[in-house]
């Protein structure tokens, strides 16, 4: 087994002056993809920035590599070992190629290398001949596409992804997470993915964690947990029927 | 009397033709007050962007107790009274005054002051504003991409550059016509303080018509350039 690559300790996070997420273990391995799934204000996102260092911490510690975030490594040197990817392609100003390079711009990396290592990720998510047009101007899944490489041509240790195919149509979101799915085998980072749509989960994921108000509730490969629920709670969430009342939980809708 | 005699429109008249006479010949009087008017404003506004647009990232990003409290008084700042903030500074600026060994009382540096305090409070709340308008997630996947806090600056003040033009066009309406703090801290001297509003005021009372005119004329130009730029962005003119 390959060494543990994110841990985060009883990570606990306040907001609006309530607890918003229990304190939680978490870890991650290299290579490995985890989804974190649940209900609508689960605490799903709120975790999800907390391990990506965007939110502070009301407990706990996380560590990359062995590193303890804001004890041995500054936040600023994490985000330039991480990425995020957020439900809205979130774009800045300019073309397609300036916001790829923009990580790779901060990074102090001459224009000539950015061109370089971007343009094989622009091939990969499709949109090499979109490179110069203005990102004013895309369509929601271009943008999105955008967006991925943005954060892929980083090549991060971790890759943070918060729904980021919840606003695409359904046609250009199943491509997408299949095209995202082959990307990620091929990646040696580990990614954290959070969704409400558990085919997606089960397509990505090795591993999932469901949670709800803040807390884990399981922990599991998603076939095992769909087909074994530990609890009636997890068993609505996944809407599996082998827990709680079978003859309500038929699965049609 | 109704509408005045066939003098009055005819001195009016006269006065109106002079003014434009006094512009086109170059008259260097009259050129040379519009240049300080220019200068002072100029640099007046570009030292309250220089403050307050990173005043306003703070503001905009900082929770502290009593920001409320400042986001309230640039909201007034807005209406700010220029005569006050005159008679403030003016205070301020009296030889044995707290300020009085800078010398600067009836400087163009003093008027400077005068109209970056006025104009700060327009940057300040403007660039709030437009912050406030980005989604909040912009900021964290900036953060995310491993921007530093200045570079972090830097692309959200490239994000919000037309709000910040807006800021500076309304901060420069907003100084280069006023007159009351102008007046009082720079006494309209000629050649230095002497500037477009502190010169329309004296010529109207000596009754040189033309004069004031021709000064009016340019200022109602600036005006109306500031204006009809802030109406071309409003209608998108400026997008992308």
Request: glycine share 10%.
């Amino acid at each position: 087994m390959t060494d543990v690559l994110l841990q985060a300790s009883e990570v606990s996070v306040r907001r609006n002056k309530r607890i918003t997420l229990l304190p939680i273990d978490f870890s991650a391995r290299a290579g490995e993809t985890i989804g974190i799934y649940g209900p609508n204000g689960a605490g799903k996102s709120t975790l999800l920035l907390a391990l990506a260092g965007l939110l502070p911490l009301e407990s706990g510690t996380i560590a990359l590599a062995g590193q303890v975030l804001g004890r041995d490594l500054a936040p600023l040197a994490y985000h330039r070992r991480i990425a995020a990817v957020f439900q809205q392609p979130l774009l800045l100003r300019g073309t397609v190629a300036h916001n790829v390079e923009l990580g790779l711009a901060l990074r102090g990396i001459n224009r000539k290398e950015r061109r370089e290592r971007a343009l094989p990720v622009l091939e990969q998510l499709g949109i090499a001949h979109l490179a110069d047009r203005s990102a004013g101007t895309l369509s929601g899944g271009e943008a999105q596409r955008a967006s991925l490489a943005r954060a892929l041509v980083l090549k991060p240790e971790v890759l943070y992804l918060d729904e980021p195919f919840a606003a695409l149509d359904q046609p250009t979101r199943r491509r997408l997470v299949h095209e995202l799915a082959g990307l990620l085998k091929t990646q040696q980072n580990a990614t954290v993915f959070v969704t409400h749509d558990l085919m997606e989960a089960s397509i990505l994921c090795d591993r999932c964690l469901i949670l709800d108000a803040g807390a884990v509730l399981q922990e599991g490969a998603p076939d095992e947990i769909i087909r074994h629920p530990r609890t009636a709670r997890v068993a609505e969430i996944v809407g599996s029927g082998h827990i709680g009342n079978d003859a309500t939980k038929s699965g049609a809708p | 009397m109704g509408l005045g005699s066939w003098d009055y429109w005819a001195e009016i008249g006269q006065g109106f033709i002079d003014a434009v006479l006094l512009l086109v010949t170059g008259d260097p009087e009259t050129w040379g007050i519009i240049r300080q008017s220019l200068y002072i404003s100029v640099s007046a506004t570009v030292v309250s962007m220089l403050f307050g647009v990173p005043a306003g990232f703070w503001i905009a990003y900082s929770r502290f107790r009593g920001r409320g409290l400042l986001l309230a008084i640039c909201n007034t700042g807005f209406g700010l009274p220029p005569v006050v903030v005159g008679l403030v500074l003016s205070i301020l600026l009296l030889r044995h005054g707290p300020l009085g060994y800078l010398n600067l009382r009836f400087t163009p540096y003093a008027m400077m002051v005068g109209q970056f305090v006025l104009s700060m409070p327009i940057v300040v709340n403007l660039t709030v504003v437009a912050l406030q308008q980005l989604d909040p997630k912009l900021r964290m996947q900036i953060k995310a991409l491993g921007a530093s806090r200045l570079q972090t600056l830097w692309l959200l003040s490239r994000e919000i550059r037309l709000p910040l033009l807006v800021a500076y066009m309304a901060g420069f309406g907003a100084v280069v016509s006023e007159v009351g703090a102008s007046q009082m801290l720079g006494g309209n001297l000629p050649g230095s303080t002497r500037v477009l509003t502190t010169a329309i005021v004296m010529e109207t009372g000596m009754g040189h018509y033309d004069r004031a005119m021709a000064y009016g004329i340019v200022l109602l130009l600036l005006v109306a350039i500031v204006v009809g730029f802030l109406t071309w962005l409003q209608h998108g003119g400026g997008r992308r």
